[in-house]
T-cell receptor, first 111, second 114 residues
Framework: RKEVEQDPGPFNVPEGATVAFNCTYS??????FFWYRQDCRKEPKLLMS???SGNEDGRFTAQLNRASQYISLLIRDSKLSDSATYLC????????????FGPGTRLSVLP | DAGVTQSPTHLIKTRGQQVTLRCSPK?????VSWYQQALGQGPQFIFQ???????QRGNFPDRFSGHQFPNYSSELNVNALLLGDSALYLC?????????????FGPGTRLLVL
């Protein structure tokens, strides 16, 4: 089993739709969690950190369930510009070292 | 404020050759991590450099080595290239502050091994 697993995708949704991505991790000692976004043939860019209390940034909401070792990302009112691959990232320690990336979930928002 | 830069952008090598990739961290950052991203997969951690020393290492063979310079820039060296080393090599920089270190990625170097 991979250390970080994500919905395989791809997700094809119309503009304005709400879409949710799921991620599970196997290492219970994991300390820090992030969502990164990667556009085609570009580098990953930090979308948001994920906190135990859950956090929201505009149309994006991230949730963490440590007991179930599960992370989610919700995108509301999808825009064409949201089309990208979303990478779930888990850090094995509190210092953000040794990031473990999931394989990514590809999202296409259609007009 | 310059972000993370990497060179070269693209590289073509043949099996058995050696390659050196370079990374300059974001201004103010002191830690550099290297990742390998194969097509259709997430980045895989190779190693991380801090204070000119390898701080952590992922599951990569000794053919992969690195270096960090006093100005925090870094090099990734790969010896005896294999076809399977063809990938996007990403450098990420961060600032070690004793807490969670957000990593910022460079544009990557695309390596093709023939």
């Amino acid at each position: 089993r991979k250390e970080v697993e994500q919905d395989p995708g791809p997700f094809n949704v119309p503009e304005g739709a709400t879409v949710a991505f799921n991620c599970t991790y196997s290492n219970s000692a994991s300390q820090s969690f992030f969502w990164y976004r990667q556009d085609c043939r570009k580098e990953p860019k930090l979308l948001m950190s994920v906190y135990s209390s859950g956090n929201e940034d505009g149309r994006f909401t991230a949730q963490l369930n440590r007991a179930s070792q599960y992370i989610s990302l919700l995108i509301r009112d999808s825009k064409l510009s949201d089309s990208a691959t979303y990478l779930c990232v888990v850090s094995r320690d509190n210092y953000g070292q040794n990031f473990v990336f999931g394989p990514g979930t590809r999202l296409s928002v259609l007009p | 404020d310059a972000g993370v830069t990497q060179s070269p952008t693209h590289l073509i090598k043949t099996r058995g050759q050696q390659v050196t990739l370079r990374c300059s961290p974001k201004s103010g950052h002191d830690t550099v991590s290297w990742y390998q991203q194969a097509l259709g997969q997430g980045p895989q951690f190779i190693f991380q450099y801090y204070e000119e020393e390898e701080r952590q290492r992922g599951n990569f063979p000794d053919r992969f080595s690195g270096h960090q310079f006093p100005n925090y820039s870094s090099e990734l060296n790969v010896n005896a290239l294999l076809l399977g080393d063809s990938a996007l090599y990403l450098c990420a920089s961060s600032l070690a502050r004793g807490g969670v270190e957000t990593q910022y990625f460079g544009p990557g170097t695309r390596l093709l091994v023939l």
